[in-house]
């Protein structure tokens, strides 16, 4: 970071230090006054809400998860205009957003400093990305699982030796809730709650954080083989996401290293 950039951000924190450190007692009105606001459209400078999300596509490319979707997941037999990866990371990108729904993608698509921060004339609408999202099959899914790893092992190539010291495996079941109670699959967990029961490694959401030298990469099985949310993992499958995570981290090490651990619930899987 420039000397002078740090500089800025060192007296505006100083600033607000000493506002926040202010006098506490009765100013004789209310604290909020808002007095001479005026509001303007600039002619040149645009501000966006969501600053970093054009980093976040450059890191995209940069790890190759962008070139592995499109390689490995064929759902469209012609691109007008989007490609795989455009309709998977406009989902990505809607969730990152905050959005908690396919119609939270027309925010974005109205959004003309978004648009630019993806260097893109236009994202596709709520109504595409739904039909994207129906051609799914259980190999669409593993096929999308395996780019997401593709570039994970991208990321792996780069790091220090230290980082292959141990490798650890975590799998177990987790409650995932939804919004809804009429999607397919879904059922009532024992806690009350409507959503689905996959099998999770580390490397989603939800997972346990990595600890120091640690690589945990065990994808779940895709929501094609979800089960009854008040099953145990153990008792009801499947393994196929434990079957393939060993090898893939044991290849991805260098010569010599070896895979120290896998953790499984305490009644297997």
């Known amino acids: 970071m420039k000397t002078r950039i740090q500089d800025r951000l060192r007296k505006a924190k100083r600033r607000i230090e000493r506002r926040l450190a202010g006098t506490r007692e009765d100013q004789g009105r209310p604290?909020?006054?808002?007095?001479?606001?005026?509001?303007?459209?600039?002619?040149?400078?645009?501000?966006?809400?969501?600053?970093?999300?054009?980093?976040?596509?450059?890191?995209?490319?940069?790890?190759?998860?962008?070139d592995a979707i499109d390689r490995r997941l064929h759902l469209l037999k012609i691109h007008r205009p989007y490609h795989e990866?455009?309709?998977?990371?406009?989902?990505?990108?809607?969730?990152?957003?905050?959005?908690t729904r396919l119609e939270d993608i027309e925010l974005?698509?109205?959004?003309?400093?978004?648009?630019?921060?993806l260097g893109t004339e236009?994202?596709?609408?709520?109504?595409?990305?739904?039909d994207f999202c129906r051609r799914f099959?259980?190999?669409?899914?593993?096929?999308?699982l395996e780019a997401a790893d593709e570039a994970r092992l991208n990321v792996w190539a780069r790091q220090p030796k230290r980082f292959f010291e141990r490798?650890?495996?975590?799998?177990?079941?987790?409650?995932?809730?939804?919004?809804?109670?009429?999607?397919a699959g879904m059922d009532i967990s024992y806690k009350g709650t409507w959503g689905y029961h996959p099998l999770q490694g580390p490397g989603e959401p939800g997972?346990?954080?990595?600890?120091?030298?640690?690589?945990?990469?065990?994808?779940?099985?895709?929501?094609?083989?979800?089960?009854?949310?008040?099953?145990?993992?153990?008792?009801?499958?499947?393994?196929?996401?434990?079957?393939?995570?060993?090898?893939?981290?044991?290849?991805?090490?260098?010569?010599?290293r070896r895979l120290r651990r896998v953790r499984v619930p305490a009644d297997g899987l």
């Open 31 to 66: 604290m909020f006054a808002a007095e001479n606001v005026r509001v303007e459209l600039a002619d040149k400078v645009r501000a966006i809400g969501v600053g970093g999300i054009g980093v976040v596509h450059r890191l995209a490319q940069e790890v190759g998860l962008v």
């Open 85 to 99: 990866s455009d309709h998977v990371l406009n989902l990505a990108y809607n969730a990152l957003c905050d959005g």
């Open 108 to 117: 974005r698509r109205n959004d003309e400093v978004f648009l630019d921060a």
């Open 122 to 130: 236009r994202i596709p609408d709520p109504t595409t990305a739904g």
């Open 137 to 144: 099959g259980e190999a669409d899914i593993r096929s999308l």
């Open 167 to 183: 490798a650890t495996i975590d799998m177990d079941g987790t409650l995932v809730v939804t919004t809804g109670e009429c999607k």
């Open 207 to 256: 997972g346990n954080r990595r600890q120091p030298a640690e690589k945990r990469v065990a994808k779940a099985p895709p929501p094609a083989t979800l089960r009854d949310p008040n099953r145990s993992a153990a008792k009801a499958g499947p393994r196929q996401g434990a079957d393939r995570s060993p090898p893939r981290v044991r290849g991805s090490h260098p010569p010599g």
